[in-house]
């Protein structure tokens, strides 16, 4: 069974930075693909960024240039480094896997993963 455990998150002023870690165990298939999503109060939880199998990256317009996803697949985990952090940017962060490779903009949405980790609060203030 795949199990995703989520750390890193914490409070920072506006233009900070923070890394997120998302520590994966179970996963028994080279070809999978992993992602990032956010949930803040009262909204629907939105696909922030993912890696696919052939490691190409995608994300959301909301974080281009200030988000970098990266997978170290010897220690079996996936980073989120986040700069230039903005009040908009405070939400629960959750890592998701799934099998396979996503095509398109699949990545974004939740059905597309198989697997959650418990999340991870980032809360940035102004």
């Known amino acids: 069974q795949v199990q995703l455990v989520e750390s890193g998150g914490g409070s920072v002023q506006a233009g900070g930075s923070l890394r997120l870690s998302c520590a994966a165990s179970?996963?028994?298939?080279?070809?999978?693909?992993m992602g990032w999503f956010r949930q803040a109060p009262g909204k629907e939880r939105e696909g922030v960024t993912a890696?696919?199998?052939?490691?190409?990256?995608s994300y959301a317009d909301s974080v281009k240039g200030r988000f970098t996803i990266s997978k170290d697949n010897a220690k079996n985990t996936l980073y989120l480094q986040m700069n230039s952090l903005k009040p908009e940017d405070t939400a629960m962060y959750y890592c998701?896997?799934?099998?396979?490779?996503?095509?398109?903009?699949?990545?974004?949405?939740?059905?597309?993963?198989?697997?959650w980790g418990q999340g991870t609060q980032v809360t940035v203030s102004s």
């Open positions: 890696v696919n199998s052939d490691g190409f990256t």
């Open positions: 179970g996963i028994t298939s080279s070809r999978y693909y």
């Open positions: 998701a896997a799934n099998y396979g490779s996503y095509g398109a903009n699949y990545w974004k949405f939740r059905g597309s993963y198989n697997y």
